[in-house]
């Protein structure tokens, strides 16, 4: 979720008032939210790890694809019983919490892409908690290697966009489905190796000659 509104952007550094003491008999956020927890590349890679399950087993039942301005995205799945996510127990606790995907480490915040590159705001109504405390965000995030994170973010957010664009400018079905295979092929279906850098594996398939040709509009490379 983006913010027009720049006067309250965050930096990392920045505190902000996100504690909810351990999210204590709470877990309204993991409920009811249709398919908007979305995933990128390194929320799969540490589902990986968590699971030991590739993305093609995932998709038997933890998370569903996703269809945002023509470009196919993973997202997680609402159980149909209980409208929660997959990964809730029942005590109502986060089984994956060390490796939970970047939007559920976010909340009650959003980010903001512009100019000035990556910065966060708060969602003021959509914790229910009320009396939060103020937490330094970076902190709040629990991400190793925060910079390359948000570098990571930054860079995805921007080839999502491009990859719109052009799925959009050529309007063609078959355009727009020869983009998708070679999209979610790229950066979710061919496994990573969860024992190795997370942002090297990136850059590499970034640099596939068949995504380069998504980007540059060419059905021929695609």
């Given at each position: 979720?983006?913010?027009?509104?720049?006067?309250m952007?965050?930096?990392?550094?920045?505190m902000?008032?996100?504690?909810?003491?351990?999210?204590?008999?709470?877990?309204?956020c993991?409920?009811?939210?249709?398919?908007?927890?979305?995933?990128?590349?390194?929320?799969i890679?540490?589902?990986?790890?968590?699971?030991?399950?590739?993305?093609?087993?995932?998709?038997?039942?933890?998370?569903?694809?996703?269809?945002?301005?023509?470009l196919?995205?993973?997202?997680i799945?609402?159980?149909?019983?209980?409208?929660?996510?997959?990964?809730?127990?029942?005590d109502?606790?986060?089984?994956?919490?060390?490796?939970?995907?970047?939007?559920?480490?976010l909340?009650?915040l959003?980010?903001?892409y512009d100019?000035?590159?990556?910065?966060?705001?708060?969602?003021?109504?959509?914790?229910?908690?009320g009396?939060?405390?103020?937490v330094?965000?970076?902190?709040w995030?629990?991400?190793?290697?925060?910079?390359?994170?948000?570098?990571?973010?930054t860079?995805?957010?921007?080839?999502?966009?491009?990859?719109?664009?052009?799925?959009?400018?050529h309007?063609?079905?078959e355009?727009?489905?020869?983009?998708?295979?070679?999209?979610?092929?790229?950066?979710?279906?061919?496994?990573?190796?969860?024992?190795?850098?997370?942002?090297?594996q990136?850059?590499?398939?970034?640099?596939?000659?068949?995504?380069?040709?998504?980007?540059?509009?060419?059905?021929?490379?695609?």
């Amino acid at each position: 979720m983006e913010n027009n509104n720049t006067e309250m952007l965050l930096g990392a550094n920045d505190m902000a008032k996100l504690g909810c003491n351990d999210c204590a008999g709470c877990s309204d956020c993991c409920r009811g939210m249709g398919d908007s927890i979305l995933l990128d590349p390194y929320d799969i890679y540490m589902l990986q790890a968590a699971v030991g399950q590739t993305f093609s087993q995932l998709l038997r039942d933890p998370i569903d694809l996703h269809v945002e301005d023509g470009l196919i995205l993973p997202a997680i799945r609402m159980q149909e019983d209980t409208d929660a996510c997959g990964f809730l127990s029942k005590d109502g606790r986060c089984s994956i919490h060390s490796h939970r995907p970047g939007l559920c480490r976010l909340f009650p915040l959003g980010r903001n892409y512009d100019e000035q590159g990556l910065r966060y705001f708060v969602l003021e109504d959509a914790c229910r908690i009320g009396s939060r405390t103020k937490v330094k965000i970076k902190k709040w995030l629990e991400i190793g290697q925060l910079p390359k994170y948000e570098q990571f973010l930054t860079v995805w957010h921007d080839l999502k966009k491009r990859i719109q664009e052009q799925i959009a400018e050529h309007g063609s079905d078959e355009y727009a489905q020869k983009a998708n295979v070679v999209f979610l092929e790229t950066f979710y279906q061919t496994p990573y190796d969860t024992e190795q850098d997370f942002y090297l594996q990136f850059d590499s398939r970034l640099a596939n000659e068949r995504i380069a040709g998504i980007i540059g509009g060419s059905p021929a490379a695609v």
